[in-house]
């Protein structure tokens, strides 16, 4: 059974940083893509990010591209995403989930993905 669980959100200023942390099993993380989607009040769902488990391939939406950075931790069993230079139009619920691949259309493929976490808040104001 896949478990996903999200941390690390929080209130920041913009242009600060903020890292967000989906932990999973180590086998979880072997087998199965884990994507990084946010969704805002009034918004659809979209994706930010997603690194494949068979292979370690990264895909990024334009929207995080140059912003936010990806990445396994094999330590703390966990895929994380570093977001840098936080905008007034990042804040949402960030959730993690997995699917079996990553899309190349990271912003739109979301449907495919389960075991999706409760989810965590990123708030960016001064």
């Known amino acids: 059974q896949v478990q996903l669980v999200e941390s690390g959100g929080g209130l920041v200023e913009p242009g600060r940083s903020l890292k967000l942390s989906c932990a999973a099993s180590k086998s979880t993380l072997d087998y199965y893509a884990i994507g990084w989607f946010r969704q805002a009040p009034g918004k659809e769902r979209e994706g930010v990010a997603c690194i494949n488990g068979f292979d370690g391939k990264i895909y990024y939406a334009d929207s995080a591209k140059g912003r936010f950075t990806i990445s396994r931790d094999n330590v703390e069993n966990a895929v994380n995403l570093q977001m840098d230079r936080l905008k007034p139009e990042d804040p949402a619920v960030y959730y993690c989930?997995?699917?079996?691949?990553?899309?190349?259309?990271?912003?739109?493929?979301?449907?495919?993905?389960?075991?999706w976490g409760q989810g965590t808040q990123v708030t960016v104001s001064s």
């Open positions: 989930a997995a699917d079996i691949h990553c899309y190349v259309n990271v912003a739109t493929e979301t449907t495919g993905f389960r075991a």
